[in-house]
C-alpha cells in the first residue's frame, strides 16, 4: 500500500511517498521509518524499493523527493544543500507524527549513498530516531572534499570555491547557472580507468535499469560551496548514541566511508559487508538487496 502525501519544509511543499504494511490497520500502532535517498535520486527509484520492503515487513515508511528536487518544490532547482537534507528529514519526522497509527516514540531513519551520510547526520542531533542504518553510505560533505575516502589538495578545494564564488558572481548578473554531473551523462564519458561507482551509476540513472523523469543526475554548481561547508561525520563520536548499522558491499569503492563511521561510533554499531557487491549494486540487485533488507528488518525490531 502506497499514499501519495506531502509536508512542508518550512515554505518548501516537499512530495512523499508513505509505504503502509500489509494488512494495514489504522486502528494500530506501527514503529515507522524516514528513508533518505541518494544525490540525485527520487523517491520511486531504490529508496521507494527499500520502503516498499521495510513497510513489507511491518514499518510504517516515508520516502520523499529533498528540497528543490524532483517533484518538490523550491526554488533554485537541482540545488544539492546539505543542511536543507537534514531537516527535509526532520520535517518527515514531524509528519510521521501527525498520523494517528504511528507510534512516535519508535521512529528509526535509513538512507542510501549520500541519503546515508545524511541519515548519519540528521541522527547526530535528532533524538526522535532511536535508530540509523544505511546502505552504500556516501557522505557528501567528505565526499566532496575529495574522492572515495582521499582527500583533495586544499589548493584544488580552495580552486573549486573560486570557481563557485565566481559562478555565483555571474548568475547575480544574470548569467545562467551551471550544472555539475553526479554521474556520467554519456557513454562516451566511460573508459577502462573509470570507477565502478560512476560506471555503474550511468547504467543505474541514465539507462532504464533506474531511471526517471524526475531524477536529473545533475546539480546546481553554485552547491559546491554548502556541500564543502558540510560534515557528516563530525558529531558521530560524542553525539550519536543511537544504534547504528552500516551495509556496504565488499567491491564498493564506497564502503571507505562505512568504515570511517564505524571507526567513529562509540555506540551501537554493527558493520555488515555484503560480499561480492559493489555500491551501485546494492540498489537493486536482488542478490544483494535480499540480504540488505531482512538485516534491516531485524535491525529496526529494536524500535
Known amino acids: 500500500m502506497v499514499e501519495t502525501v506531502s509536508f512542508r519544509n518550512k515554505e518548501v511543499e516537499i512530495a512523499g511517498h508513505l509505504h503502509l504494511p500489509e494488512n494495514f490497520n489504522g486502528e494500530n500502532k506501527y514503529p515507522a521509518l524516514v528513508g533518505i535517498h541518494p544525490a540525485g535520486g527520487v523517491k520511486e527509484q531504490t529508496i521507494g ?61 535509513f538512507g542510501i549513498c549520500a541519503g546515508g551520510g545524511y541519515a548519519i547526520s540528521v541522527a547526530q542531533t535528532e533524538r526522535r530516531f532511536k535508530a540509523v542504518a544505511t546502505v552504500s553510505a ?9 574522492f572515495l575516502g582521499h582527500l583533495s589538495p586544499v589548493a584544488e578545494q580552495i580552486g573549486t570555491l573560486e570557481m563557485v564564488a565566481q559562478q555565483r558572481t555571474a548568475e547575480a548578473g544574470g548569467a545562467q547557472p551551471l550544472y555539475a554531473p553526479f554521474v556520467p551523462e554519456t557513454l562516451e564519458e566511460i573508459n577502462e580507468s573509470t570507477p565502478d561507482l560512476l560506471r555503474e551509476g550511468y547504467d543505474y540513472y541514465r539507462t532504464p535499469r533506474g531511471q526517471h523523469p524526475n531524477s536529473k543526475g545533475r546539480f546546481l554548481l553554485t552547491s559546491m560551496d554548502k556541500m564543502f561547508a558540510f560534515s557528516a561525520f563530525d558529531q558521530i563520536p560524542e ?65
Open 138 to 146: 556516501a557522505p557528501m560533505g567528505e565526499g566532496s572534499r575529495g
Open 49 to 109: 524499493h527499500y520502503a516498499k520492503r521495510l513497510a513489507d515487513h511491518g514499518f510504517v515508511t516515508v520516502v520523499y523527493d529533498s528540497s528543490y528536487q524532483g517533484a518538490s518544490g523550491g526554488e533554485p532547482r537541482l540545488l544539492e544543500d546539505p543542511t536543507t537534507r537534514v531537516e527535509d528529514a526532520r520535517c518527515a519526522a514531524d509528519f510521521l507524527t501527525t498520523l494517528p497509527f504511528v507510534d512516535s516514540d519508535r521512529m528509526g531513519v
Open 239 to 303: 553525539l550519536l548514541t543511537q544504534p547504528l548499522l552500516l551495509i556496504a558491499g565488499s567491491k564498493a569503492d564506497t564502503k571507505v566511508f562505512s568504515d570511517q563511521a564505524y571507526e567513529l561510533s562509540k555506540g551501537p554499531k554493527e558493520l555488515f559487508v555484503v560480499d561480492g557487491a559493489t555500491h551501485i549494486a546494492l540498489y537493486d540487485v536482488p542478490e544483494y538487496v535480499d540480504q540488505a533488507i531482512p538485516k534491516m528488518a531485524k535491525f529496526f525490531t529494536i524500535l
